[in-house]
């Protein structure tokens, strides 16, 4: 399923705020980032079929997301 959006991806920083130079981590990321937008925008969607509000889907996916633990403690 297409979005229709067409974000730019990030440029990957380090925690130092060096930017990542490998080319297949940076592979690896921009998969996750446009797997993720697809599965969210598929969740608008759906809770918007069913009668949600569109605003309260969004809501709870920000939520998801600062929620959001880093796996191995803060690397920074």
Request: hydrophobic letters at 35%; proline letters at 7%.
């Amino acid at each position: 399923m297409s979005t229709g959006a067409s974000r730019d991806l990030p440029v990957w920083r380090q925690p130092d705020g060096k930017p990542v130079s490998c080319l297949e981590k940076i592979k690896v990321l921009n998969e996750n980032i446009r797997e993720i937008e697809t599965l969210c925008a598929d969740a608008l969607e759906d809770g918007v079929l069913m009668g949600c509000d569109a605003d309260q889907i969004k809501a709870a996916l920000h939520a998801l997301i600062e929620g959001l633990e880093p796996p191995h403690g803060d690397r920074k």
